[in-house]
């Protein structure tokens, strides 16, 4: 087993039994799901706005590198400039020249999932350019010195008042802060740091191939504040974000927003179309779009799981998973989290140091009911385990118990030959090895089902 996945077992037991965080994520999650059950119960016809979200999404994936070139070529012709990233490393070179040939020293940052994959905070820090969060959330866990905790709320694993300690520890705000006083303060800070940045930082929701753009929705205008003041804006965007065409958005943006946070569509819905023009007062005078592959085409190329490549990052089979309502987002030590960053992580990752999370599921299918774009994500992380086993990076305790027990039950006559007494003693190990020290492994009853089923024929025929 590997330290990361050692790292996970450890973790996972200890926030399991953890009732505060455990009361935390309920609540804040049973929230969502009233609001989210509103968004959906707009909708005439639900399945079938997911089946043309899916339908368009496998498209994309079928056309992909057209609907690419296409969108780098309209970009251009908009005044863009478009930067292709192999990895994170390429990405980050690409951000630290801005940033040293414009002598930024403030960038702000919306919200985006892309960025912390990249690590882009720590990045720009070290060569002397503070980066600052805008989003309310990840503020927060900014300030906490932490990393989003889900990919669609990032200070979800905390209440309340665990912000208000925060800030009074932090900025000397009143220890019994309303939501509202906070929120407001959080405003004020962040205003002078939007009319002072000399880089403004967003992720891409959707990336527009036929005019060249790029969609960001969002709820706290803290993107548009980012792309409105600093004189650079730099997209970072993972390149499963393209989409044919802008009118896909009034399928898309809805969809996203019912599902992410239960709107029927979120507050500000942006598209961005370049730098601004000669006769325009408003907006960046140079806009950057970096391309990120860092493992997203060797995912493409997987023939198993390939769909996975279609998600819009809502969140939503976070939110259902009762294995992540369990563990919490921090235990999977990535940026996605969840079923479909326990799909897609391997992948990005390496399955050697990750494949374990494939494993961090019951299977019960409520992700893939959830899902907008119809990902089968049961499926692929059965896909995703068949290959962990496959390359033999299943522990090894966890494998020969696996063969001893393929071997004894596909003999069902030398099975029932075997004394219950002994079968209970065989699999004992399982309550500390595999099964786990909370629970113990089913006995064994005194007779096999085989057993029974013979003598109570016999039984049958006597009378």
């Known amino acids: 087993m590997t330290s990361h996945a050692n790292k996970f077992n450890k973790a996972a037991d200890a926030?399991?039994?953890?009732?505060?965080?455990?009361?935390?994520?309920?609540?804040?999650?049973?929230?969502?799901?009233?609001?989210?059950?509103?968004?959906?119960?707009?909708?005439?016809?639900?399945?079938?706005?997911?089946t043309r979200a899916a339908s368009i999404k496998r498209y994309m994936l079928s056309n992909w590198d057209t609907l690419l070139c296409q969108f780098e070529e309209n970009a251009l012709k908009n005044g863009m400039q478009v930067l292709w990233a192999k990895d994170t490393q390429q990405a980050n070179e690409y951000i630290r020249q801005i940033v040293v040939d414009n002598h930024a020293q403030l960038l702000v940052k919306s919200k985006s999932m892309t960025t912390e994959e990249i690590d882009l905070n720590t990045v720009v820090e070290k060569i002397g350019c503070k980066s600052v969060e805008t989003d309310l959330g990840e503020f927060i866990v900014q300030v906490a010195g932490e990393k989003p905790y889900h990919i669609v709320t990032p200070a979800m694993h905390k209440s309340k008042a665990d912000i208000a300690k925060l800030f009074n520890k932090e900025f000397n705000t009143p220890i019994n802060s309303t939501p509202e006083e906070m929120t407001d303060y959080v405003r004020g800070v962040l205003r002078k740091q939007f009319t002072t940045a000399d880089i403004g930082v967003t992720g891409a929701n959707f990336l527009l191939a036929d005019i060249g753009g790029v969609a960001v929705t969002e709820n706290e205008g803290n993107a548009l504040m980012s792309t409105s003041f600093p004189k650079i804006h730099i997209v970072i965007s993972g390149i499963e974000k393209i989409i044919p065409s802008m009118a896909h958005l009034g399928l898309f943006w809805p969809l996203l927003a019912s599902h992410g946070t239960g709107q029927q569509i979120t507050n500000y819905n942006s598209i961005f179309t370049g730098p601004r023009k000669k006769n325009e007062v408003d907006g960046p005078e140079k806009m950057v779009v970096i391309l990120l592959d860092n493992g997203r085409s060797e995912l493409f190329s997987d023939n198993d799981c390939y769909e996975a490549l279609a998600c819009i990052r809502c969140g939503a089979c976070l939110n259902a998973c009762p294995v992540y309502k369990t563990i919490g987002g921090y235990t999977y030590d990535t940026t996605y989290s969840g079923p479909i960053g326990s799909v897609i992580t391997p992948f990005f990752r390496g399955f050697k140091d990750y494949g374990h999370l494939s494993f961090a599921s019951s299977l019960c299918g409520a992700c893939a009911e959830v899902c907008p774009v119809k990902i089968p994500l049961p499926k692929l992380l059965l896909q995703n385990r068949k290959k962990s086993v496959e390359k033999d990076l299943r522990p090894l305790t966890e494998t020969l118990a696996m063969k001893i027990f393929s071997l004894a039950s596909t003999n069902r006559i030398a099975y029932d030959r075997v004394l219950p007494l002994f079968k209970n003693l065989a699999f004992a190990p399982f309550n500390f090895i595999l099964w786990g020290p909370k629970r113990k492994m089913p006995t064994f009853a005194s007779k096999s089902f085989s057993k029974r089923y013979r003598k109570d024929k016999k039984n049958e025929e006597k009378k």
């Open 15 to 50: 926030i399991a039994f953890d009732l505060n965080h455990r009361q935390t994520i309920q609540f804040n999650i049973s929230k969502y799901n009233l609001a989210v059950e509103k968004g959906r119960e707009r909708y005439y016809d639900l399945s079938l706005a997911k």
